[in-house]
């Protein structure tokens, strides 16, 4: 989500830049209010995706990790748990094996 508003605020921002040039070849002048409220609206934006990315990012460090096939929580750097680890790494074997036979 917060790249979707990174990326949307940037279009908005760089329509307000647009529009100006457009706007005096077109029409002849410029309404500010338009640019404004486009540059306006494409700041808030960026702002928010930066937020809302930052924000998320420390959520996730403080909630940890959690084993994909149980649910306990495991070590830092580690996937799985100690018991779903082997599990996992014997199903990969099985796997190569087949596939080389």
Not at 5 to 32: E, K, S, T
Not at 33 to 53: D, E, K, P, Y
Request: glycine share 12%; proline share 2%.
């Amino acid at each position: 989500m917060s790249r979707v508003l990174v990326r949307f605020g940037g279009l908005l921002i760089v329509a307000a830049v647009v529009y100006l040039p457009a706007a005096q070849m077109i029409r002849g002048d410029v309404n500010n209010r338009v640019f404004w409220s486009l540059a306006g609206a494409g700041a808030i934006c960026v702002a928010a995706g930066i937020v809302l990315a930052v924000f998320g990012r420390g959520v996730a460090a403080l909630v940890g990790r959690s084993c994909p096939r149980c649910g306990r929580r495991v070590a830092r750097g580690r996937v799985y748990c100690d018991d779903h680890l082997q599990e996992t790494i014997n199903e990969y074997r099985d796997q190569e094996r087949e596939k080389g036979g």
